[in-house]
Nanobody
């Protein structure tokens, strides 16, 4: 059984940084694209980032490009989201997931979910002074 656990959330002031981690069990991480999604109050869940199996490809939703960085350590079954220059609009519950996808529409990158994906339970990130 696949199990994903996020850590690293919390409360930070605008301009601050956080690093989220997601550790998986019950799967071999090398086989999967993995990503991060978020859901703010009253809004639909949106994709934030997606990283390819060997980390050769890293993809970001437009509003976080240049501020967020995703990485992975397959030997630790763990992937990360380094979030810098955080803004109040980044406040959301963040979820890690397997089997993310990428759709490019002109200059816009859309991170997509998969019905086959596995999900963490979510972790709160609050950006507030």
């Amino acid at each position: 059984q696949v199990h994903l656990v996020e850590s690293g959330g919390g409360v930070v002031p605008p301009g601050g940084s956080l690093r989220l981690s997601c550790t998986a069990s019950g799967l071999t991480l090398d086989d999967y694209y993995v990503g991060w999604f978020r859901q703010a109050p009253g809004k639909e869940r949106e994709g934030v980032s997606c990283i390819s199996r060997a980390a050769g490809g890293k993809y970001y939703e437009n509003s976080v490009k240049g501020r967020f960085t995703t990485s992975r350590e397959n030997d630790k079954n763990t992937w990360y989201l380094e979030m810098n220059s955080l803004k109040p609009e980044d406040t959301a519950v963040y979820y890690c997931a397997t089997d993310c996808g990428i759709v490019t529409l002109g200059r816009m990158t859309v991170i997509t979910e998969s019905a086959a994906g596995s999900w963490g339970q979510g972790i709160q990130v609050t950006v507030s002074s």
